[in-house]
């Protein structure tokens, strides 16, 4: 298991939001950029508090520059 520790910020409202991981934040790359995650190689298309972990998981953190990514992992 690789332990990559970063930093990040959320904002907390129904569930949490990560707006910036390392100083990268959204929209700094243009107004569809922000962050999006996949769960061992799926986007689980909910937001990250909403997502329950079971254990084991690979969690891939993912800065795109559209509002609605389709990217294949």
Known sequence: MRDRR????????????????????EKQCGDGGGWTYAVNGSFPGKACGRYALSGGESISWIYSTEKNPTMAM
Do not use: D, P, W
């Not at 970063?6 to 934040?25: C, K, Q, T």
């Open 6 to 25: 970063f930093h990040f910020r959320f904002v907390l409202g129904s569930s949490y939001y990560v707006s910036a991981i390392n100083g990268l934040a």
